[in-house]
């Protein structure tokens, strides 16, 4: 399965990027996705997730700025990020949990098995 993240970049505070994730061997509308960051010298973090029936998760850190989105037709998995901050500067990173159940834990890293290489997010203050 290969993940392929885009849409990251530099953008000054308070602006905002739309990431995107495509995934040719992946239906997303059947399983969780989530995106993940990691800034440098810190643990990766999920941001947001989408389960199967539509719930949204998110990151406290993000609630209110990021939105995480699909659109079945692309097959492609997006996260609008607005009002973004330099502490949002990090490597974003889409991810797949390739079971049919809702992840007990979507915004941790054990429960992704499917992880695209990332793209480099950078806020400046």
């Known amino acids: 399965v290969q993940l392929v993240e885009s849409g990251g970049g530099l953008v000054q505070a308070g602006g905002s990027l739309r990431l995107s994730c495509a995934a040719p061997g992946v239906t997303f509308d059947k399983h969780a996705v989530a995106w993940f960051r990691e800034a440098p010298g810190k643990e990766r973090k999920g941001v947001a997730c989408l389960v199967v029936d539509g719930t949204t998760y998110y990151a406290d850190s993000v609630k209110g700025r990021f939105t995480i989105s699909l659109n079945s037709a692309k097959n492609t998995v997006y996260l609008q990020m607005n009002s973004l901050k330099a502490e949002d500067t990090a490597v974003y990173y889409c991810?797949?949990?390739?079971?049919?159940?809702?992840?007990?834990?979507?915004?941790?890293?054990?429960?992704?098995?499917?992880w695209g290489q990332g793209t480099q997010v950078t806020v400046s203050s």
């Open positions: 991810a797949v949990d390739p079971r049919l159940n809702s992840p007990i834990d979507p915004l941790k890293t054990w429960e992704y098995d499917f």
